[in-house]
């Protein structure tokens, strides 16, 4: 079959309501910052690019949201299906050399994507004999990183092909678009009757959510009141060009997780550590800053509040703030201020705030969205996520997924997006920035290694006394 001749699963499918967060995200975009989520897959083995086209776009098309776009003439705004859409517009094929590939994913990365039209695109980057770069982006809109990785990687080729939904028929005749809002009132008038139902059966329950909802009001607005603004370093106006960087060779994550079992942390931690020594190793050498002991650099952490049933194509997350130590100097005494810190963050309610205020900047008008949103976002210097992939490798269409990278969108004039995800047992960063803001994050990617593989030098001392004390207990039990 052509790539032409691809068909949508949703071709009756009716329009669907949008949920407020992801109408947040929706109105989140900025002329020279895009709210867009970008993720790289290197293919190894690709004998037919045309074959891989038409996989990519066969597979997607499984998933209705792809073939639908934004429905503004209803208020909340609506997914409804693209007219005149055509798969193959979606989907583009630029060749470059492996030199050339990091400008022009970037290039491709600092481009907004229409709203009359799907909120997708792919690119193919043949860099090689057999070897292809699929850039993919998505709006944000549409789902958050861990959606859009879990539905990236369950399109590899031992999964097997769900059967296509059933759509409903959609309505017609003058009276069509009055019935579809009377079925939406409807069905809100359903949604109050159980919540009031629910409650009249447990008032306690009632009362628990009332006083939850409370606390994370109050987190919220602590959150807003919480000083400190961007070092100057990082506060430059956004220029609206992007430079990007991602990893090939990360220490394993055994190695990772072995050195942080070793020196009493997490995998994350260690991470992070790492980090923060990049950040300060950046500010001294490229933007030849003097660090003082007590600077620190705060970030903004996507925590994923998604359970087992939401919907892969969702944003259920919140976020959390951490400030860095970035002016500790001793590797040790800057992994115990990050622990303490991580540990307070995943005690605290903030994320759950973040989610709420976000739901409920989704009901406002768009300005006063974006300022809300930017207040957040104006204490923060970079989003740093980390995402957990597959343990074991994988292959698409016939090639082999040799390497995964993502990158988070910035809201609020953030120009630095660092990603984790771990894969086949590695660990891979990716780095996206603003070059007004970092213009190297290569420098950055490169300072990060030699911080992550002088903690991990420093671990192996503490690894092999772990193991030398439970060697004689294996002799002993054996024998």
Known sequence: MPVDEINPVSELWPSEAMPSVDRAWLEMDMDKSPMVISAVLDLEGVSDLEVLQREILARL???????????????????????????????????????????????????????????????????????????????????DGVGFIQLLLGLHDDVEAPPPPLPALPRRGPLAPLIERLQDVDASLLRLR??????????????????????DAATLLALLARGGERPHQFSAPLSGHRAVAWSHELPT?????????????????????????????????????????????????????????????????????????????NPHKRLAVVVERT??????????????????????????????????????????????GPEQSLHFAGARIANIVFWPPQSGGIGIGVSLLSYAGRSTLGISSDVAVLRSPRALLDAFVEELEALLHDAAPATRTNRTTTRPRARRAKA
């Not at 229409?114 to 090689?128: A, K, M, N, Q």
């Not at 447990?202 to 606390?215: E, I, Y």
Request: with cysteine; charged share 25%; glycine share 8%.
């Open 61 to 143: 098309m499984r998933h209705p949201r792809f073939a639908q776009q934004i429905d503004d003439s209803r208020r909340p705004s609506a997914w409804r299906r693209a007219r005149d859409f055509e798969p193959a517009q979606h989907i583009g094929i630029r060749h470059v050399t492996e030199h050339e590939l990091p400008a022009a994913v970037a290039d491709e990365m600092r481009r907004g994507l229409d709203r009359e039209r799907p909120l997708w695109h792919v690119t193919l980057f043949p860099v090689g004999e057999h070897r292809v770069t699929v850039l993919f982006r998505a709006h944000h809109a549409m789902g």
């Open 343 to 388: 540990r307070r963050l995943k005690n605290s309610r903030e994320a759950h705030a973040v989610f709420i205020g976000l739901a409920v900047a989704g009901e406002l008008p768009g300005r006063i969205e974006r300022n809300l949103v930017g207040l957040i976002a104006r204490k923060a210097c970079a989003v740093v996520s980390n995402l957990p």
């Open 253 to 329: 994550t055994a190695a990772i997780k072995r050195a942080a079992h070793a020196l009493g942390c997490t995998h994350n931690d260690l991470m992070l550590t790492a980090l923060a020594g990049a950040f300060a190793h950046y500010l001294h050498a490229e933007c030849r800053e003097d660090i003082a002991p007590e600077q620190e650099l705060r970030i903004a952490i996507p925590i994923n509040l998604r359970k087992c049933s939401d919907a892969m194509l969702s944003n259920r997350f919140g976020l959390g703030l951490l400030d860095l130590p970035v002016g500790i100097s």
């Open 194 to 215: 159980g919540f009031l139902a629910r409650s009249g059966e447990d008032p306690l329950g009632l009362l628990s959510q009332t006083v939850s909802l409370g606390r």
